[in-house]
């Protein structure tokens, strides 16, 4: 198999035919073969292909789970069994090739939201389980800062910090949970924590909380675009606040895109770099120069469906 990647000027090349030994860090395209084996496919010829794309690399908007998810998509349609997978078990295989195959922090919502598309809640506990939603959203706008970030650092950082707290507090409080305890409950928890545990466990359940706010105003049949927003900054409040992952130059661009005309927005993905984004219903193309101006680059996007074969003929 040949696979090129002219957008990072580079490519790859190995045999579908043995299990594969992994030759650098995240070596996704092995990778996402051999976990397919394992699992009963196979590949009886090789061949050539070429992989393009126009998402930040290493900037919070999910680029290394769009290649995989679209690349296990493409090899089990490729594979003797020839099976189209379901979104849910694309986004499985992605999982387990970029994530468990390397022991990485990360969960499964990217690989959910890049397999399945559209707009839906994505519940882990105790089961998974997937809500899709129909709301009518408009146009939103990225801004990619630039800055390089430390994914798995902040990932380690920030997960593992709130694990350990949650393991911590169980062992003095069995009733302890991270879905079910009140924000106004946790005053006889903090007392057995050290400030930054304190600040980093309040964010949590804070965000746990706006997700459900947003959750409800989601599932609303007309949906109040500034209540959104609203709900988007709150959420920012606390990631630069609390678990203290967003950067002044991130902060400058959501300043400059709220003055243009946006309604609200965060920084994107585990934070520290990368990118940030905003609801623009209104001003967009105004929105996306203010985000230029601060020292960004802008992409005006709209939601669409996941990753999927399409056949185009000359």
């Not at 650092?153 to 911590?168: C, E, H, S, T």
């Not at 169980?170 to 946790?186: G, N």
Request: proline letters at 4%; aromatic letters at 8%.
């Amino acid at each position: 198999m040949h696979l090129a990647l002219p957008d990072i000027h580079a490519e790859i090349s190995f045999s579908l035919t043995a299990p594969l030994v992994y030759q650098e860090e995240r070596d996704y395209f092995r990778s996402a073969v051999n976990v397919l084996r394992r699992d009963g496919f196979t590949f009886a010829t090789g061949f050539d292909a070429e992989a393009r794309g126009n998402i930040p690399i290493n900037s919070g908007t999910s680029s290394s789970t769009a290649l995989v998810v679209t690349w296990i998509n493409f090899l089990a349609q490729m594979s003797e069994q020839a099976k189209k997978l379901s979104p849910a078990e694309c986004a499985r295989y992605a999982h387990a090739a970029e994530v468990i195959e390397f022991h990485e922090p990360g969960g499964m919502m990217d690989h959910f939201a890049t397999a399945c598309g559209g707009v839906f809640f994505l519940q882990f506990h105790p089961v998974i389980k997937m809500e899709a939603l129909q709301p009518k959203l408009k146009s939103f706008v990225l801004g990619d800062s630039g800055e390089p970030k430390d994914t798995k650092g902040i990932l380690a950082r920030v997960k593992n910090g709130v694990l350990k707290i949650a393991q911590q507090l169980a062992t003095s409080y069995p009733e302890f949970s991270l879905h079910t305890v009140a924000l106004k409950d946790l005053d006889h928890c903090l007392r057995n924590l050290s400030a930054e545990q304190q600040t980093l466990l309040l964010g949590t359940i804070r965000n746990r909380d706006i997700t459900l706010e947003a959750l409800a105003l989601l599932r609303q049949p007309i949906l109040d675009d500034r209540e959104l927003g609203r709900l988007l900054n709150d959420c920012q409040t606390v990631l630069r606040e609390n678990l203290k992952i967003s950067t002044p130059k991130i902060d400058r661009m959501l300043d400059a895109a709220m003055n243009a005309g946006a309604f609200g927005g965060k920084i994107n993905g585990s934070g520290g770099g990368g990118c940030m984004f905003v609801y623009a219903p209104e001003n967009t193309e105004r929105v996306a120069r203010a985000i230029e101006d601060a020292g960004g680059k802008a992409y005006i996007v709209e939601v669409d469906s996941g990753t999927r074969i399409e056949s185009h003929t000359e």
